[in-house]
């Protein structure tokens, strides 16, 4: 099974600041990995798939980068409405695997 | 556009089977394009993959669960039913259902995904 660290488990940041949240695969999973936002009692909503696309309706300002075994989800600016938090996600061998996530909380 | 309600037992015993249907409106659950996922979240924590089905093949599961988890598609009720046998305390979680799309040839998502129910485990 492959395992998804995330870094850090919290970031406290200011509306207007960049994010940048991490993600680490235990083995290469190539550019199969997607972000999700979780707000509090709410479903994940998909934000990144194929580790930098991102999916309909998603601001520009959110975007992801990396391949193989390091990912990167960047938030350029953030809204007040981007505190959350934030799974990657994977699938291998029709195993899906989330993140334990990254928490993002307002400074 | 496509919605997903789970229903079912907010509360299970100990040794008992949980059993929660993911009811699916505003489109076929009949189409060979998606796949239907569980998901479950225990309180404060991540995500955990519990299986999924299509009309088509059989159903993948999360190999951790394997031995006690059954997921089924009812297409004549536009639903698709997971059962969780053996509970203990560890499976109390928030139990979500979700719509797995193909955005390219190689990739799926869960694009769209249920409000999320709570299930406890105790007696």
């Known amino acids: 099974e492959i395992v998804l660290t995330q870094s850090p488990a919290t970031l406290s940041l200011s509306p207007g600041e960049r994010a940048t949240l991490s993600c680490r695969a235990s083995q290469s999973v190539r550019t199969y990995l997607a972000w999700y936002q979780q707000k509090p009692g709410q479903a994940p909503r998909l934000l990144i798939y194929d580790a930098s696309n991102r999916a309909t309706g998603i601001p520009a300002r959110f975007s992801g980068s990396g391949s193989g075994t390091d990912f990167t989800l960047t938030i350029s600016s953030l809204e007040p409405e981007d505190f959350a938090v934030y799974y990657c996600?994977?699938?291998?061998?029709?195993?899906?695997?989330f993140g334990q996530g990254t928490k993002l909380d307002i400074k | 556009q496509v919605q997903l309600q789970e229903s079912g037992p907010g509360l299970v015993k100990p040794s008992e089977t949980l059993s929660l249907t993911c009811s699916v409106s505003?489109?076929?659950?009949?189409?060979?394009?998606?796949?239907w996922s569980w998901i479950r979240q225990p309180a404060g924590k991540g995500l955990e993959w519990l299986g999924r089905v299509n009309v088509i093949g059989s159903p993948d599961y999360n190999p951790s669960l394997k031995s006690r988890v059954t997921i089924s598609i009812d297409t004549s009720k536009n639903q698709f039913s997971l059962k969780l046998s053996s509970v203990t305390a560890a499976d109390t979680a928030v139990y979500y259902c979700?719509?797995?799309?193909?955005?390219?040839?190689?990739?799926?998502?869960?694009?769209?995904w249920g409000q999320g129910t709570m299930v406890t485990v105790s007696s």
């Open positions: 996600q994977q699938r291998s061998n029709w195993l899906y695997t």
């Open positions: 979700a719509r797995m799309l193909w955005v390219t040839a190689t990739t799926d998502v869960f694009d769209i």
């Open positions: 505003g489109g076929s659950i009949s189409s060979r394009s998606y796949y």
